[in-house]
């Protein structure tokens, strides 16, 4: 019933994403909201029954094993294991090595977070407001309007890019899995904004094009 925007982080693809991770098991939430397709989806793509267990083996092994007695705590461990350093720290290094410039990150001073893994998670996360300690103790040293903008990451406009995006770039390509149906509807529904299926589309837009520059034959074709 919600309407598809076309913004990076919109209420609806928040309210959906969370609800699709919601449905399972703790040890899951995580990384079902940030993959691009959840364990039923999977098994639709590759037509064979896909096990959650073997999918997110290492995800499930870090919240399984955490210490941290909240689930505000094991989040941050997760993201910081798995997003932070196979995601967003790459992201950074590559756009800035492009371009020769050296690039630290002040906040992953190894004492700096050594603290910060040490403090009650109430100080971190309180009443939906993130960065709570540190927001309360630089307030007046630095702008408010910096302290609470909104975050802004490395986002691009996917979900427009790709409503108008040639179906001939995915038969070019290929996918890397047997039923080009199921990927063909994705697209056809993305295309006429009736669901944000972004992440997916541009996981197989990219898998393919690397199977296909690679010289692997791609398994089917979404056409």
Not at 163 to 185: K, L, S, Y
Request: proline share 6%; hydrophobic share 45%.
């Amino acid at each position: 019933m919600l309407p598809v925007s076309e913004r990076n982080m919109g209420l609806d693809f928040k309210i959906k994403r969370g609800l699709r991770g919601a449905a399972q098991p703790p040890n899951l939430w995580n990384p079902v909201w940030l993959g691009p397709l959840e364990p039923r989806e999977l098994a639709e793509l590759f037509l064979e029954p896909v096990a959650p267990e073997a999918v997110y083996e290492e995800a499930i092994a870090a919240w399984d094993g955490s210490k941290a007695g909240n689930d505000v705590d094991r989040t941050l461990e997760f993201y910081t294991r798995f997003y932070l350093q196979d995601d967003i720290l790459v992201k950074g290094d590559r756009a800035s090595m492009m371009v020769s410039l050296e690039v630290r990150s002040p906040f992953l001073d190894n004492d700096l977070v050594d603290f910060a893994r040490r403090l009650p998670h109430a100080l971190k996360y309180r009443n939906g407001r993130t960065k709570h300690l540190l927001k309360f103790a630089l307030r007046g040293v630095v702008p408010d309007e910096v302290l609470e903008r909104r975050k802004k990451g490395f986002g691009i406009p996917l979900t427009r890019w790709l409503r108008t995006w040639d179906p001939a770039a995915f038969e070019r390509g290929g996918i890397v899995a047997g039923n080009a149906g199921w990927a063909a509807a994705q697209l056809r529904e993305h295309q006429a904004g009736s669901r944000d299926n972004r992440l997916a589309l541009w996981c197989l837009l990219a898998l393919g094009h690397h199977r296909g520059a690679a010289g692997i034959p791609a398994a089917g074709s979404i056409g």
